[in-house]
C-alpha cells in the first residue's frame, strides 16, 4: 500500500514537539485553528480545514509521550484517509529533534496521495517553523496551499 514519509529535523525539545502533534492547542498553531481532540488512547479528534469543507475524523491509536503518537482516521470528507494511519516518531540528540511523520494505509496511490503527500511537506515546516520561530501557517493561514 502506498505510503507518506517525510523526516523533518527541528530545534525544539522532545517535550515541546510532542506536546505540538498531540493536542488540540498544539495543532491549532501548525496544521489547522479548526482542531478538537480528546488526547488519550481511544479518545476522539475532528480536524477541520476550509471551513469545514474538508474534516477528517480520527482515533488516537498510540501515546508513548514523549516519542510516538498514532491517529487512524475513520472517517474524512475530501481526503480519502479513511483507513489510514498518521503517526508522529520522535527522537532528540544534542538540542535537535527528529520527526519521522508517516501517513500509511492508502488504498491506491495517484492524485490523493500525490496532494497529501504535497500538504503533509508544507504542514511539516509550518510546525518547524511554529517551534522555532512562534509563528506556523495552519489552515485557514495556508494560503500558498489554497491558491
Avoid at 509521550?65 to 482516521?73: D, F, I, Q, S, V
Avoid at 516518531?89 to 492524485?111: M, N, Q
Wanted: net charge neutral; hydrophobic share 35%; glycine share 12%.
Amino acid at each position: 500500500m502506498p505510503e507518506i514519509l517525510h523526516l523533518i529535523k527541528i530545534r525544539a525539545s522532545q517535550d515541546k514537539i510532542y506536546q505540538a502533534v498531540s493536542t488540540a492547542e498544539g495543532i491549532r498553531d501548525w496544521w489547522t485553528r479548526d482542531a478538537a481532540l480528546d488526547s488519550k488512547v481511544g479518545g476522539n479528534g475532528e480536524f477541520g480545514f476550509y471551513g469545514h469543507r474538508m474534516v477528517i475524523k480520527v482515533k488516537v491509536a498510540e501515546l508513548t509521550p514523549p516519542r510516538h503518537m498514532a491517529w487512524e482516521p475513520v472517517s474524512s470528507t475530501g481526503g480519502g484517509f479513511d483507513g489510514t494511519t498518521i503517526s508522529f516518531g520522535l527522537k532528540s540528540e544534542d538540542g535537535v529533534t527528529s520527526v519521522l511523520f508517516a501517513h500509511r494505509g492508502f488504498k491506491a496511490s495517484g492524485e490523493n496521495i500525490g496532494s497529501a503527500t504535497t500538504r503533509w511537506g508544507f504542514y511539516l515546516l509550518s510546525l518547524k517553523r511554529y517551534l522555532e520561530t512562534g509563528k506556523g501557517t495552519p489552515n485557514p493561514e495556508d494560503t500558498e496551499l489554497i491558491r
